[in-house]
């Protein structure tokens, strides 16, 4: 199983842009990246999932470099709500092997 | 998106006691189904995974005489916990994998488990 680390907590201010990096080294060639979204007695909230390079939604965007031994979460323009707990997961799926990062804790303020 | 219910989403029971939680694939079909456990302030651990119709399959140290799990349907997965003791307690979430879309899978609400 790929092994996992996330920085543990991060601050920012409204409006401004985070960038939340995953390390994973020993990713597998079948591992697809997935971030989730967790605010406290909920259950995680998908945000966006990932091979390869670049993808983008309506709610964020996913970095992955050639490697694939890292992955960055970028949220523009967060706001206060933004402020939960981020996990990066990694795995197949298909396989059952799935590794959750331990959670990046981000506080926005005002 | 695609929605997993959980229930109940919070559960009191005594000591010596069976609970039974609840999950669910609304809108979809999920060929499989995790569970896991989540302490206060810690990342979440998988306990096992099911696969419809077939037995789970545990993780490392979680007991599968303690905590059942049935996978009866694609849209049913429930996980009892048998002869509940308050070090039983934490919050459970489920989580299913879209038979028809690859490598996502989405959670549920979670249920949080007190035993008194």
């Known amino acids: 199983l790929a092994k996992i680390t996330?920085?543990?907590?991060?601050?920012?201010?409204?409006?401004?842009?985070?960038n939340i990096t995953c390390s994973h080294n020993n990713i597998a060639t079948n591992d697809y990246i997935t971030w989730y979204q967790q605010f406290p007695s909920q259950g995680p909230r998908f945000i966006i999932q990932g091979y390869k390079t670049k993808v983008t939604n309506e709610v964020a965007s996913l970095f992955i470099p050639a490697d694939r031994k890292s992955s960055t979460l970028s949220l523009p323009r967060v706001s206060l709500s933004d402020t939960a707990v981020y996990y990066c997961l990694v795995g197949d799926a298909g396989r059952r092997a799935l590794t959750f990062g331990s959670g990046t804790r981000l506080q926005v303020q005002p | 998106g695609a929605v997993v219910s959980q229930h109940p989403s919070w559960v009191i029971c005594k000591?010596?006691?069976?609970?039974?939680?609840?999950?669910?694939?609304?809108?979809?079909?999920?060929?499989?189904?995790?569970?896991?456990r989540q302490f206060p302030k810690?990342?979440?651990?998988?306990?096992?995974?099911?696969?419809?119709?077939?037995?789970?399959t545990y993780e490392q140290g979680v007991e599968k005489d303690k905590f059942l799990i049935n996978h009866a349907s694609l849209t049913l997965s429930t996980l009892t916990v048998t002869s509940a003791h308050p070090e039983d307690s934490s919050f459970y979430i489920?989580?299913?994998?879209?038979?028809?879309?690859?490598?996502?899978?989405?959670?549920?609400?979670?249920?949080?488990?007190?035993?008194?």
């Open chain 1, 6 to 18: 996330q920085p543990i907590s991060m601050d920012s201010y409204e409006g401004q842009e985070v």
């Open chain 2, 15 to 36: 000591s010596g006691t069976s609970v039974k939680i609840e999950c669910r694939s609304l809108d979809f079909q999920a060929t499989t189904m995790f569970w896991y």
């Open chain 2, 42 to 56: 810690q990342s979440l651990m998988l306990m096992a995974t099911s696969n419809e119709g077939s037995k789970a």
């Open chain 2, 94 to 116: 489920c989580s299913a994998k879209d038979r028809d879309s690859g490598n996502t899978i989405y959670f549920g609400e979670g249920s949080w488990l007190t035993v008194v």
